[in-house]
């Protein structure tokens, strides 16, 4: 069963723009992972946050995580159309290596 | 391999039928996973090999669905008596011991008609 909830389902914002997207969980975590996927097929790793930081950057994106409300939220910065893809958050349920995702945000980026 | 390896990219088959869906994992990654992902949803754990013996198969929704990994190496998803109900994308991944590089594959688009 999925853990995690994200919101918005779709997000449609102007190329330059920032997109942000969020995520809920159910249970403790070690980590909390944030995937990418084009056209419904492989999914990229985009960034990793582990449960004892807050904050972490990779070039335009930016993770928070908030362990007391059980909430990630991904920043991506002056967006590009090439960002238009869906986005998955995962979490390692507390344990071990299996990967629980919530059920994405469709980030549309226009021109 | 420089990348998770999956074949094949697409399978159409008749309901009742048996498919087999293979996974080349990256070579050195000892733990590898098959999730599946129906459309709109993320994807679902199925199953989770660590070496060549399945460390979690708590995913597995039913006895129709089974995997192995004999070498430790590739990895063969097996579906008996195909129901229109498991079309999905099919994922497989690996990674090294704890996690560490998970890497996935380009997924195996399975259409049961």
């Known amino acids: 069963s999925q853990q995690g909830e994200e919101d918005p389902q779709a997000l449609s914002i102007q190329e330059g723009e920032n997109a942000t997207m969020n995520c809920s969980y159910k249970?403790?975590?070690?980590?909390l992972q944030w995937y990418r996927q084009n056209s419904g097929r492989g999914l990229v790793h985009l960034i990793l946050?582990?449960?004892?930081?807050r904050e972490k950057h990779s070039g335009r994106l930016r993770v928070t995580l908030d362990t007391s409300k059980k909430s990630s939220s991904l920043l991506i910065t002056a967006s590009r159309a090439a960002d238009t893809a869906s986005y998955f958050c995962a979490t390692d349920e507390g344990g071990g290596n299996k990967l629980t995702f919530g059920t994405g945000t469709q980030l549309k980026v226009e021109l | 391999g420089a990348g998770v390896s999956q074949t094949p990219s697409n399978k159409v088959t008749e309901k009742g039928k048996y498919v087999e869906l293979r996974c080349d994992p990256i070579s050195g990654h000892t733990a590898l996973y098959w999730y599946r992902q129906s459309l709109g949803q993320g994807p679902e754990f199925l199953i989770y090999?660590?070496?060549?013996?399945?460390?979690?198969d708590s995913g597995l929704p039913n006895d129709r669905f089974f995997a192995v990994r004999p070498e430790g190496s590739v990895s063969t998803l097996k579906i008996q008596r195909t129901e229109r109900g498991d079309s999905a994308v099919y994922l497989c991944a690996s990674s090294l011991p704890g996690g560490f590089g998970y890497t996935f594959g380009s997924g195996t688009r399975l259409t049961v008609v």
């Open positions: 249970t403790s975590i070690n980590n």
């Open positions: 090999f660590q070496g060549t013996g399945a460390a979690d």
């Open positions: 946050i582990r449960s004892n930081e």
